[in-house]
């Protein structure tokens, strides 16, 4: 159902670092901003960036996002067990008139 | 503070209705595009609607005729009326805030009510 594609899972060892990718078209990534949210275990999503790149106040700097042509990545440097949660891209897409979400990757520091 | 908190979640039969509200503090629900997602369990985020400044809205296709968005400007609060309900819209529906100041993201999230559908 989601039409932003992220890998599963991805993990590391704490300090390390992780790169999530998510992927779409030209109806939505390609043509509007890309936000990305975490989701700790029983809670609410948080936003972590939006406008593609920028850090809402009391985000850390570890925390980064980047966008070329119908892709988007988040990067997550110095990791720490607190990051253990699901990470969720979204964005508006033109053709469907509705905001969209990623699949949705697990991040497991090992 | 500024916060959302969901409320009027529970269990309903199939093909019930349900209301549910969302109110505001901090912030003005009129000057805000307000979002409805929800979250199956175990399954991801979907969009389920929008309410513009205007008050006009879109709708997910999968509720599309049966899930209304309104908002009391008095109260502050949004709602959505569900209609029609299936074991499918079963999940944990959030409210969230889409400020003028951001592009499509959404930076104030409540802390979800959970819905059950079944019999």
């Known amino acids: 159902q989601s039409v932003l594609t992220q890998p599963p899972s991805v993990s590391a060892a704490p300090g390390q670092k992780v790169t999530i990718s998510c992927s779409g078209s030209s109806s939505n990534i390609g043509n509007n901003y890309v936000s990305w949210y975490q989701q700790l275990p029983g809670t609410a999503p948080k936003l972590l960036i939006y406008?593609?790149?920028n850090r809402p106040s009391g985000i850390p700097d570890r925390f980064s996002g980047s966008k070329s042509g119908t892709s988007a990545t988040l990067g997550i440097t110095g990791l720490q067990t607190g990051d253990e949660a699901d990470y969720y891209c979204?964005?508006?897409?033109?053709?469907?008139?509705?905001?969209?979400f990623g699949t949705g990757t697990k991040v497991t520091v090992l | 503070e500024v916060q959302l908190v969901e409320s009027g979640g529970g269990l309903i039969q199939p093909g019930g209705s349900l209301r549910l509200s969302c109110a505001a503090s901090g912030f003005t629900v009129s000057s805000n595009y307000m979002i409805w997602v929800r979250q199956a369990p175990g399954k991801g985020l979907e969009w389920v609607s929008v309410l513009y400044r205007g008050g006009s809205t879109k709708y997910a296709d999968s509720v599309r005729g049966r899930f209304t968005t309104s908002r009391d400007n008095s109260k502050n609060t949004l709602y959505l009326q569900m209609n029609s309900l299936g074991a499918e819209d079963t999940a944990v529906y959030y409210c969230?805030?889409?400020?003028?100041?951001?592009?499509?993201?959404?930076?104030?999230w409540g802390q979800g009510t959970m819905v059950t559908v079944s019999s």
């Open positions: 406008d593609n790149d």
């Open positions: 969230a805030r889409d400020p003028t100041t951001m592009k499509d993201a959404l930076d104030i």
């Open positions: 979204g964005t508006w897409d033109s053709s469907l008139s509705g905001y969209v």
